[in-house]
């Protein structure tokens, strides 16, 4: 496998929030939050036990899955740039809300929706600056359906791009008003 050191790091960064939920298992409660409303008030909870070790473990297991399907998508060893960003965005976002996930129940002041708007916000801008440098062969055996030819690709990319940011942009806005 090509992607053999990024799919052993990114399945074990998905993993090592499992460190902190076993260093603070005494300390926090048999239900923990894992859905939070519109005001960050928790509104759907799990046993412990699952939000620990459970959610990590489905996490890492959705990354291997991703990575093994992508690599085999690209047929040559060179991978677009938005491609090796998308291949961290599962083990980044397990780690910030595992963190959340065990801050608020230990009482921690966690602006949850804020915090989501801020990640989702970085995420799309950074997808929204790669997207339009996607390599048109690379792209072409990763699309379906296939685009129709590189003129049509190059604006189809360049739209998705500013549509991207423009959706980041406000999702940071957003933050000021929720």
């Known amino acids: 496998m090509k992607n053999k050191n990024t799919l052993i790091l990114s399945v074990i960064v998905c993993l090592l929030p499992m460190i902190l939920g076993i260093t603070l298992y005494n300390k926090l ?5 894992i859905h939070f409303t519109i005001n960050d008030i928790p509104d759907n909870y799990a046993p412990k036990n699952f939000v ?3 959610i990590p473990i489905i996490m890492a297991i959705v990354q291997a899955i991703c990575i093994i ?4 998508k690209v047929k040559n060893n060179e991978k677009p740039k938005i491609l090796k960003i998308m291949e961290w965005f599962i083990p980044i976002i397990t780690v910030l809300i595992y963190t959340i996930m065990i801050e608020v129940p230990l009482g921690s002041t966690v602006y949850v929706g804020k915090s989501i708007l801020l990640i989702l916000g970085i995420l799309f801008m950074i997808i929204g600056n790669y997207m339009p440098k996607m390599n048109y062969a ?4 990763m699309i379906h359906p296939k685009p129709k030819n590189e003129k049509s690709f190059r604006k189809m990319t360049k739209t998705m791009g500013y ?3 423009t959706i980041g942009v406000v999702m940071i806005i ?5």
């Not at 690379?138 to 055996?141: G, H, K, L, N, Q």
Request: proline letters at 8%; aromatic letters at 16%.
């Open 29 to 33: 409660p048999e239900q923990m939050p």
């Open 138 to 141: 690379i792209a072409e055996t």
């Open 52 to 54: 620990l070790f459970g």
């Open 163 to 165: 549509s991207f940011i």
């Open 69 to 72: 399907f992508t690599t085999k």
């Open 174 to 178: 957003l933050i000021m008003f929720v």
